[in-house]
């Protein structure tokens, strides 16, 4: 059984974590939105009351110089500020004793003066008369100097503003719900599979090398829980047999020193070869502990470091508008642009160094160091305090992400076998996606209630827990495997190799293209133009992971199949390109919905078989440059694309604005796609080994 992948186990897990969680958390909502609307009625009135008696003491005084009412000058004006100020209050009005509507900002006179007029407002009294006028509830404040009644101020809010903040809390509920849910399940994923099958699946191990009579070896990693005792039994059962072993030869090699008997040495001698042909025993004087790297070892700090990143997702570019708009006379499109284009550079210089840095202390060790500049990057952006800074403190945050991912795939591909190898990968993109999902929703919910700085320092905190995670796996774990020093090529070889060529032009930056330019950059920047509020945006944006998680687990089966991973690459690139491609036709809304949905579809048909296909189309170039070091070009090769990406959304912005900035990179993207689809056709299948002369 294949403990890393089991399915059953894995939908038993969820099923957990929805029996516990879910019902607690919806008993705990519903009690907390019933106490919320309770509440907030109470506390409009009052708000409704004190903005009426503000203004009507301002009318009041007026009227107190001897300036009559229907002479007061700039009124509407004063309105304006304490309207946008208070945006559950739809307008302010002032009318005379008898109705007639004076002055009036933020509805139409004539929806409201018939009311006024036919209303019986002559004794109202201090606290005001509360009346519902179509979709209005109007409270009517009287102005009366000296007892003397000449006017009323009214102010008006919205009936269904209640109802829409409770939908807007009920989406933040569910949110936070659902990454609970998919948290737990991590977590749940990560204990079991540390703690449980992974250790059960080493002793499986151990056991059936025993079966064959192979002795030389003990399970490792035992932890103090009933696992980790019958681990331990295990390995001093071993013991116990390797000392009885050992016993009998120093025993045998003292009968063949002291006995004087030919025959007994030889049946001594015989004893000792039959043990020795049936069974296998350490050289070292001792059975040696084994240890087995799991690609799920490494998921939960992968995913609490990405839930990290994937947190500022949908308001990065709105946060580089807050904090400033002036950098060296560039447009205010390519400013907010920039700290993203930034932040995929520094990823994609530094993943050529992590993979040596790899190679020499080890994917956890690296991993552990890139913690620095990421905490670090994350608590100064949240404090930056102009552009320039901010663009600094991303570019270190791209430098730990850079160590950190680089770290955690060199884990991954030394964790399995080549006939595994999609499937290990499988568990990279899974964390990063399960990762997006949680991350990109919460991060607009918390960017709603508490601000887009406070939001960078809860990714400091995230980041160190993974941390914490992966240290305790440090001290239970086995250290890093020595590595053997690779010969250093020029990578830039590479691209001798025509096929790696097109796949990284023509399939792999195009692709980085559209998800930095149109999903990290563009979407943002057109929602917020339509008043969407941030976490609104973050819900448009979390389309995106979502259908990659439902097409992934399909394409990374189809992907172990050779023949059909061109065909999902190329088909990948046309749905991608041709999605961004349906704001020509389509409403706007509609459309942005429908290019995220397919930019998902695309990255997830194409991104685990791309991967596997790097190691067949440079067979050659894994064996002779390491395939750390090709993987490490491979993903420089990318980030260009991710770098150039919202750089050119920027670009097209001022030429066709911001739809059109959409098509623009939308034709540029399915362009590419088309190329990538007709040159594949010459790809053939299976390895392609180049010629070794040319690298050796």
Known sequence: MKLDSSRSLLIRLFILAVVVLVAPMTLISLRAMGEFEQGMNPEMDKKAAAIGRDVAAQVDRAVGYGIPVDKLVGVEEFFAPVLTANPEIRYLAITDKIGRVLFLRGAEKDELEPHYQAADLEMSSAEGIKASIGTYLDLALPVAPRGNLIAHVHVGFDQGYVVSKLHDILYDVLVVMAASLIIAFEILLFVVFFNVTG?????????????????????????GDEVGRFVRAVAASIRNVDDLYRQLMAYIDEVRTAHFDKGVVEKVGDVEARISFQFRFSNTGKPLVLHQRRATDIRLPLFLFVFAEELSRAFMPLYVREVGQSLFGLSPEMIMALPIAVFMACIALASPFSSRLIDRLGARRVFLIGLVPAIAGYVMTGAAVGVIDLVLWRAITGLGYALVTMACQSYILGANHHSNRSQGMGVFVGAVLTASICGTAMGGVLAERVGFRAT?????????????????MLDSAAPPAAVAPQPRRNTMRLFTNWRFSVLMLFAAVPSKMALTGFLFFLVPVILTQGDWQVAEIARMVVLYP???VVVLPLAARLAEYPGWRIALVALGGLIGGGGLLTSLFLPSELSMMIAIAALGLSHGLSASPQLAMIPDLCWTECRNMGQTNVLAFVRLVERIGSTVGPLLAAAFIPVWGVDGAVVALGGVVLAMAVLFAGASLAYGTGPHIEAEEDLA
């Open 546 to 548: 979502l259908v990659m």
């Open 199 to 223: 250790p059960l699946k080493l002793v499986g191990e151990v056991v059936e090398r025993a079966r064959h009579g192979d002795l030389s070896h003990v399970p490792g990693g035992a932890s």
């Open 456 to 472: 960078f320092f809860v990714s400091a905190v995230l980041v160190l827990l993974a941390g914490i995670v992966i240290s305790h």
